[in-house]
């Protein structure tokens, strides 16, 4: 079977929830305490064994290409100062020379057509999908996870979630033909169900490992929910014609990054497990706390 050693990273937003921030930065280099959203993605890809990282952007996403280019001049000062710790941070985001490859989307017709504009890059092998937005905290990386059972199972395996009847409307939905309560064959998978049409309350996470017939789907789709072209309706195709298609419910916690209160739980989240600032920044959220009640 062949291993997944490309990841596309859909990156072409606008990133509007989080205007006027995004006027300037692009979403994905937003800090979740002194890292930017799209180190923690890659450190996952990399933990999983990929190698060929394919950013799909848009125009305004120079910031984001800036991030991975090298800093001979900062790494010169930090070396002169003796500060090997800030050094080794800022070397996390140093990627061999061939291995980021970026590709516009023109135009923004959904998260589909966004991994779609990658067909020529990824060619005819197995891939990784991981959207920045979604940052997952767990002790084994949630593409590791998935990575695992695909060497068993094959086929394609999209990260899984129950979420709440009211958030339905939201998510890709799974229907479920048979669950042994961590992996789910899938009968079916619809995007954004209305709340009581939904086969399940099982939703499709921002992780996903493909087969290269996917982009075929891709090729051929027409515009679905939300008058985008979406991934969900590609993968659903797969199912159709017979081929499997995996939920894997991974182990950890998922933080919506794409959303203001999610971001703010993953930044009080990661902070408190920083062993430096947990004590500290603790105490400050217990104390405001309680100023904040007491009015």
Request: net charge negative; charged share 25%.
């Amino acid at each position: 079977m062949p291993s997944v050693r490309k990841a596309v990273f859909p990156v072409a937003g606008l990133g509007t929830r989080f205007l006027p921030a995004t006027k300037a930065v692009p979403k994905e280099v937003l800090p979740l305490v002194d890292k930017p959203l799209i180190q923690y993605a890659i450190d996952e890809a990399r933990a999983a064994g990929i190698t060929d990282f394919i950013f799909v952007t848009a125009k305004g996403k120079s910031a984001l290409e800036n991030y991975f280019d090298s800093a001979p001049e900062l790494v010169r000062a930090l070396e002169e100062k003796g500060k090997p710790e800030l050094l080794d941070m800022i070397r996390m985001a140093d990627m061999p020379s061939g291995a980021i490859s970026y590709i516009r989307q023109q135009e923004a017709l959904g998260l589909g057509h966004a991994v779609w504009c990658a067909r020529q890059l990824v060619g005819d092998e197995p891939f990784a999908v991981i959207l920045p937005d979604d940052i997952i905290e767990s002790e084994t990386p949630c593409l590791k996870q998935m990575v695992e059972v695909y060497e068993d199972t094959g086929g394609n395996i999209v990260a899984a979630m129950e979420v709440g009847p009211e958030d339905v409307s939201k998510y890709g939905v799974m229907d479920p033909a048979k669950d042994d309560g961590r992996l789910v064959e899938m009968k079916g998978i619809v995007e954004k169900p209305k709340p009581g049409e939904a086969p399940s309350n099982l939703a499709a996470i921002g992780r996903y490992i493909l087969s290269p017939r996917v982009m075929k789907n891709l090729s051929a789709l027409k515009s679905g929910a939300g008058g985008e072209i979406q991934l969900t309706d590609a993968i659903a195709e797969e199912i159709k014609v017979g081929r499997p298609v995996y939920g894997l419910r991974f182990e950890g916690k998922r933080f919506d990054c794409g959303t203001k209160l999610g971001y703010l739980q993953a930044t009080v989240a990661f902070a408190l497990n920083r062993p430096e600032f947990h004590d500290d920044f603790a105490a400050f959220i217990e104390k405001t706390a309680k100023a904040l009640k007491s009015g």
